[in-house]
């Protein structure tokens, strides 16, 4: 791409500095206000070497930038190709206006960058579980000139916080004890004034089980089908086991089904979600109950009762008989 840069020869001019790529070019423009009749002298310098000297009919180019500038002595522009990142500094240029006797100068600061590829993101090498491991990314590029580096989660800027911390010069970043929103896509922008490159990189962050629920029949009807239902909220999915009233039961999966319940299928219903990355378990009770509003636990009780109820009566009978 050629770029244009203009130097303007008067109290007010504002002189920006230009940015060039690798391999491109960059136009230096002379304005000079008011405008001359004629240039009578121009020198174009860099780090001290003349680039090119124009004296009216004539101009001499330096041997090293043979091929590699066009210059136009009518408007003083001078034209430079085939860029380096040796071409980065201050170019200055000398001008004598016909009729005039100052030579003013007039200075310009060129960067020349390298285009920004191969972007990419390292870390994540072991897995993140919540509230105990730290997120850590680093971003870098195979290749160019990096002037700003940005981080994005989801779309939208990372900010420094108590937990998220990012190196001096942005190349890195760490999120101390990780939680389950920190799961996400991680983008990395790098640029600089004639480029940029992104990286991205998706973060999971295992955690749970959590929120485990049963759903399902509350009472149990003789000869009726009963499907009970556990869900967790976990990462990686939870694996489930079942127990009935404190025995565990041949049930590994997140549905308990009863094809024909009976009365003795009363009773606490007990799921039991587990992560095998966390290591973590968690619980939800089920109780299903009796047409008649009892387990078949509180119905074993009841019956418990009852039989020594009788059996204090008949031992009573039996002593009150033995003193007649």
């Given amino acids: 791409a050629l770029l244009s840069h203009f130097l303007l020869f008067d109290v007010t001019g504002d002189v920006r500095p230009p940015a060039g790529t690798v391999g491109g070019s960059v136009l230096f423009a002379v304005s000079i206000n008011p405008p001359p009749g004629s240039l009578q002298f121009v020198a174009w310098n860099f780090g001290g070497t003349n680039i090119v000297t124009y004296q009216t009919g004539s101009n001499t180019t330096d041997p090293t930038y043979t091929g590699r500038i066009v210059f136009n002595p009518s408007a003083g522009s001078l034209e430079l190709k085939k860029l380096t990142v040796k071409d980065t500094g201050k170019y200055t240029v000398s001008i004598h206006l016909t009729g005039t006797s100052d030579q003013p100068q007039k200075s310009v600061d060129l960067t020349v960058y390298k285009k ?3 972007a990419s993101i390292s870390g994540l090498t072991a897995e993140l579980i919540a509230g105990n491991s730290s997120l850590n990314l680093s971003c870098q590029a195979s290749a160019g000139s990096i002037s700003n580096r940005l981080w994005l989660k989801d779309g939208q800027s990372l900010s420094p916080s108590n937990r998220v911390t990012f190196t001096a010069d942005n190349s890195s970043m760490n999120i101390k004890k990780v939680e389950k929103d920190d799961a996400g896509q991680y983008k990395c922008s790098l640029s600089n004034p004639i480029s940029t490159a ?12 959590e929120s485990v629920t049963v759903q399902g029949e509350k ?3 003789m000869n009726t089908k009963v499907v009970l239902e556990c869900s967790a909220s976990s ?52 109780t299903l109950v009796s047409n008649g509003g009892l387990s078949g636990g509180a119905i074993a009780a009841i019956v418990i009762v009852l039989l020594l109820v009788f059996a204090a009566v008949g031992a009573g009978i039996f002593i009150m008989k033995k003193k007649k």
Avoid: Q
Wanted: net charge negative; with cysteine; hydrophobic share 35%.
């Fill in 116 to 118: 920004i590829s191969g």
């Fill in 198 to 209: 992104t990286a991205e990189r998706d973060a999971v962050v295992n955690y749970g089980p």
């Fill in 219 to 221: 009472t149990v009807k």
């Fill in 235 to 286: 990462v990686p999915p939870a694996g489930f086991m079942w127990t009935f009233n404190e025995t565990l039961t041949n049930v590994k999966t997140d549905t308990f089904i009863i094809e024909k319940a009976n009365y003795n299928d009363s009773g606490d219903y007990t799921c039991v979600a587990s992560n095998a990355v966390t290591g973590l378990k968690s619980t939800s009770v089920h």
